[in-house]
């Protein structure tokens, strides 16, 4: 018997492997790089999507804009993670023990491997776990037997294996409260006609998920007997079987769901039990004709063995998926649909869809359980039906947000996330600040036409720099659009930032404080021309700049300042020759003025000599005249030059030392043209 489940488990350990390097080929889970697409996204419930994904060996979370989020925390072992009603995570081990996770993934209790207790052929069944009203947990186990069929069964094998299951209550202990066995209370015979009864390993009850209902006793999902059991958690007597037009047992009468002569849901996964006592499921439908997969939910009548409907959502054009797949019933109402393939739709009551996912098709891409989690993140959730004060904070989830709503039009329930990280595909419609703080929140709501009031962002918590000098954006749609600034303000007694809101929408802070300017040409420390051009680096969040030139190192009295537009230069033009200037530049934008840059410094060139005699163009200077220019203040020798072409291409006399402003002409030409430089 052990031997036989070692073998098994090892297959099966093998299978995963397999699924699992075929899909990291095709899909890379990061923040960057997603394989998930958002093709509606109308004000869903709060919360990211987490998925349990046999093939993908990690723990992570997909926002409503398709990103992947929190992919770098790992979990060890298996990905089939599960998340409690508790707000822990559950992890299920090597198929023979389970981890509980709080909400940052740290590890926070074990449950430990109970099979030596069990002394029978076990293996702990990934497919559900419940956590119980009394803190216990209930775990699912599959179990092997070797019985002989060959007496009840055509063609059936003396030495069969029968794989089964059994329900376990147990706690951080190990303990063992109460157990029960499938076979105990079920009829191998039941099974439906696909369950090939003459094989030499049977897949006999295939049970997906078990909960805990209103009244303390058990629901499970036997999928392969196309069943829903309701076991007395006293006794461990079946109470009741529900089950579609192929269960051999079913006990109850379904009402307004009959489609082409099948009453009823077939193959069944993630039934879930409403606070109002009516059933939630997901049908897969295998056993149809036609063949679709559908989400459905019934109103049980135990006393009159009644299943009405009273509501459905199929995929359209129709999906059928013949393995995995869930349902959940979301806090707002709506409800969170995993196709099992394909995507992820999420409902209202009224079947309109607020948000889908959708991702490739591959070999084996099949998502077993997707729900919609508040985690590493805040949201609360408010009815706004009048005009007044809304506080968006409870004593767990703290989104730091107060509204006033000053004008409504419609009503409806509200919600508010608080997500700590910054907002995709984020354009601007002005770009007036220096960074964006790794913060959003997202204001959305069903009903409500149109509303206006004040938004209040406590800043307690955040790392914001300069509240003083940080401002508010927003835009209409979450993940899409143009971020526009809000006409804002600081409280620094509440230390509140409170802008103006005319919409529901997507909102960030953007840090508006100024680096000071870093200054590039002149170099500092040269000479430059009276005239020329100033050039610093481009500051991030800047609209204008400020510059100032001085002959004094301390700015008390300035020879030039400036204020230029959302650009990186300056041009001057009326410096004085031969003097040390001083410049520095500070860049400004309506929430900051930066610091003045560092001091630079240049000294301008000396003047060009102005000549005097000969004067120009005049005719008959002697050969042996003198030519003088006027002096020139700062120069320590001039350089003359004679030639007899304007461009200067050959020199007919040079003197590159002469300390005087004159200098006595010899060796020229009778009637010719000189030209003379200085």
Same mark, same amino acid.
């Given at each position: 018997?052990?031997?036989?489940n070692n073998?098994?488990i090892?297959?099966?350990r093998?299978?995963i492997?397999?699924?699992?390097?075929?899909?990291?080929?095709? +899909?890379? +889970?990061?923040?960057?790089?997603t394989?998930?697409q958002?093709?509606?996204?109308?004000?869903?419930?709060?919360?990211?999507?987490h998925?349990t994904?046999?093939?993908?060996?990690?723990f992570?979370?997909v926002d409503?804009?398709?990103n992947?989020q929190?992919?770098?925390?790992?979990?060890?072992g298996?990905?089939?993670?599960?998340? /409690?009603?508790?707000?822990k995570?559950v992890?299920?081990?090597?198929?023979?023990?389970?981890?509980?996770y709080?909400?940052?993934?740290?590890?926070?209790?074990?449950?430990?491997?109970?099979?030596?207790s /069990?002394?029978?052929?076990?293996?702990?069944?990934?497919?559900?776990?419940?956590l119980l009203?009394?803190?216990?947990?209930?775990? /699912?186990?599959t179990?092997?037997e070797?019985?002989?069929?060959?007496?009840?069964v055509d063609?059936?094998k !003396?030495?069969a294996?029968?794989?089964?299951?059994?329900?376990?209550e147990?706690?951080?202990?190990?303990?063992?409260?109460?157990?029960?066995?499938?076979?105990?209370?079920?009829?191998?015979?039941?099974?439906t006609?696909?369950?090939?009864?003459?094989?030499?390993t049977i897949?006999?009850?295939?049970?997906n998920?078990i909960v805990e209902?209103?009244s303390?006793?058990?629901?499970?999902?036997v999928?392969?007997?196309?069943?829903?059991?309701?076991i007395?958690?006293?006794t461990g007597?079946?109470i009741?079987?529900?089950?579609?037009?192929?269960?051999k047992? &079913?006990?109850?009468?379904?009402i307004?769901?009959?489609?082409?002569?099948?009453?009823g849901?077939?193959?069944?996964?993630?039934? !879930?039990? +409403?606070?109002?006592g009516?059933?939630?499921?997901?049908? &897969?439908?295998?056993l149809?004709?036609p063949?679709y997969?559908?989400a459905?939910?019934?109103?049980?009548?135990?006393n009159?063995?009644?299943?009405?409907?009273?509501?459905?959502?199929?995929s359209?054009?129709?999906?059928?998926?013949?393995v995995m797949g869930s349902v959940?019933?979301?806090?707002?109402?709506?409800?969170?649909i995993?196709w099992?393939?394909?995507?992820?739709?999420?409902?209202?009551?009224?079947? !309109?869809?607020?948000?889908?996912?959708?991702?490739?098709e591959?070999p084996?891409?099949s998502?077993y359980?997707?729900?919609?989690?508040v985690?590493?993140?805040?949201?609360?959730?408010?009815?706004?039906?009048?005009?007044?004060?809304?506080?968006?904070?409870?004593s767990?989830?703290?989104?730091?947000v107060?509204v006033?709503v000053s004008s409504?039009?419609?009503m409806? /329930?509200?919600?508010?996330?608080?997500?700590?990280?910054?907002?995709y595909?984020?354009?601007?419609?002005?770009?007036?600040?220096?960074s964006?703080?790794?913060?959003r929140w997202?204001?959305?709501?069903?009903?409500?036409?149109?509303?206006s009031?004040?938004?209040?962002?406590?800043?307690?918590?955040?790392?914001?720099?300069?509240?003083?000098?940080?401002?508010?954006?927003?835009?209409?749609k979450?993940?899409e659009?143009t971020?526009?600034e809000?006409?804002?303000s600081?409280?620094?007694?509440?230390?509140?930032?409170t802008?103006?809101?005319?919409?529901l929408?997507?909102f960030?802070?953007?840090?508006?404080?100024?680096d000071?300017?870093t200054?590039s040409?002149?170099?500092?420390?040269?000479?430059?021309?009276?005239?020329?051009?100033?050039?610093?680096?481009? +500051?991030?969040?800047?609209t204008?700049y400020q510059?100032?030139?001085?002959k004094?190192?301390?700015?008390?009295?300035?020879?030039?300042?400036?204020?230029?537009?959302?650009?990186?230069?300056?041009?001057f033009?009326?410096?004085?020759?031969?003097?040390?200037?001083?410049?520095?530049?500070?860049?400004?934008n309506?929430?900051?003025t930066?610091d003045?840059?560092n001091?630079?410094?240049?000294?301008?060139?000396?003047a060009?000599?102005?000549l005097?005699?000969?004067?120009?163009?005049?005719?008959?200077t002697?050969i042996t005249?003198?030519?003088?220019?006027?002096?020139?203040?700062?120069?320590?020798?001039y350089h003359?030059?004679?030639?007899?072409?304007?461009n200067f291409?050959?020199?007919?006399l040079?003197n590159?030392?002469?300390t005087?402003?004159?200098?006595?002409l010899?060796e020229?030409s009778?009637?010719?043209k000189?030209?003379?430089r200085?």
């Amino acid at each position: 018997m052990i031997s036989l489940n070692n073998k098994l488990i090892s297959l099966k350990r093998n299978i995963i492997v397999l699924m699992f390097l075929i899909i990291i080929s095709v +899909l890379s +889970l990061s923040s960057t790089e997603t394989p998930f697409q958002i093709t509606t996204l109308d004000n869903p419930a709060p919360g990211y999507l987490h998925f349990t994904w046999p093939m993908i060996n990690s723990f992570f979370l997909v926002d409503n804009s398709g990103n992947v989020q929190y992919s770098d925390l790992k979990i060890d072992g298996s990905s089939y993670c599960f998340r /409690l009603k508790n707000g822990k995570w559950v992890q299920i081990v090597d198929a023979i023990k389970m981890y509980i996770y709080n909400d940052a993934l740290e590890l926070v209790d074990t449950i430990p491997n109970i099979l030596p207790s /069990l002394q029978e052929s076990y293996s702990l069944d990934w497919h559900s776990v419940a956590l119980l009203s009394n803190g216990h947990y209930l775990l /699912l186990f599959t179990k092997f037997e070797i019985r002989d069929l060959s007496q009840i069964v055509d063609g059936g094998k !003396t030495e069969a294996t029968v794989i089964s299951n059994a329900i376990v209550e147990t706690d951080r202990t190990g303990t063992i409260y109460w157990k029960w066995d499938a076979l105990d209370h079920l009829n191998i015979l039941d099974a439906t006609y696909i369950v090939d009864l003459t094989l030499n390993t049977i897949d006999l009850t295939h049970i997906n998920s078990i909960v805990e209902d209103n009244s303390g006793n058990i629901l499970a999902s036997v999928r392969h007997y196309d069943e829903i059991i309701k076991i007395n958690k006293t006794t461990g007597s079946i109470i009741w079987r529900l089950g579609g037009s192929k269960s051999k047992k &079913n006990q109850f009468t379904f009402i307004n769901d009959n489609q082409d002569g099948f009453n009823g849901f077939s193959h069944q996964h993630s039934i !879930t039990v +409403l606070s109002n006592g009516n059933i939630l499921l997901y049908d &897969n439908g295998n056993l149809k004709n036609p063949k679709y997969s559908r989400a459905v939910e019934y109103a049980i009548n135990e006393n009159s063995k009644t299943a009405t409907k009273v509501w459905e959502y199929s995929s359209n054009p129709p999906i059928f998926q013949g393995v995995m797949g869930s349902v959940e019933r979301l806090p707002n109402g709506n409800t969170l649909i995993n196709w099992g393939k394909q995507k992820i739709t999420e409902v209202r009551p009224n079947n !309109t869809i607020s948000y889908e996912l959708t991702y490739a098709e591959f070999p084996m891409a099949s998502v077993y359980n997707a729900t919609r989690v508040v985690s590493r993140m805040d949201a609360v959730s408010r009815l706004i039906n009048y005009t007044g004060s809304y506080n968006f904070n409870e004593s767990s989830q703290n989104t730091g947000v107060n509204v006033n709503v000053s004008s409504l039009n419609g009503m409806g /329930l509200s919600h508010i996330e608080k997500h700590s990280y910054a907002a995709y595909n984020a354009n601007f419609h002005d770009t007036t600040f220096s960074s964006v703080y790794p913060y959003r929140w997202v204001w959305s709501a069903n009903g409500i036409i149109s509303i206006s009031g004040s938004m209040k962002i406590k800043l307690d918590g955040l790392n914001i720099q300069n509240p003083t000098k940080t401002s508010v954006f927003m835009r209409v749609k979450e993940g899409e659009g143009t971020f526009y600034e809000l006409t804002n303000s600081y409280n620094a007694n509440t230390n509140e930032i409170t802008a103006n809101v005319s919409s529901l929408g997507e909102f960030i802070l953007v840090d508006c404080e100024l680096d000071e300017p870093t200054l590039s040409k002149p170099i500092n420390n040269t000479t430059n021309k009276i005239k020329g051009k100033l050039e610093w680096n481009t +500051l991030i969040g800047a609209t204008n700049y400020q510059i100032q030139i001085s002959k004094v190192e301390t700015f008390l009295q300035t020879n030039i300042n400036a204020v230029v537009g959302d650009v990186y230069q300056f041009i001057f033009d009326s410096l004085e020759n031969n003097t040390q200037y001083y410049w520095r530049v500070c860049g400004f934008n309506k929430k900051d003025t930066s610091d003045w840059s560092n001091v630079y410094t240049f000294k301008t060139v000396i003047a060009p000599p102005k000549l005097s005699t000969p004067i120009n163009n005049f005719i008959g200077t002697k050969i042996t005249s003198i030519i003088s220019w006027q002096y020139v203040s700062g120069a320590t020798h001039y350089h003359l030059q004679v030639s007899k072409s304007s461009n200067f291409a050959s020199i007919h006399l040079e003197n590159t030392s002469l300390t005087k402003s004159s200098f006595p002409l010899s060796e020229l030409s009778y009637n010719t043209k000189y030209y003379w430089r200085v």
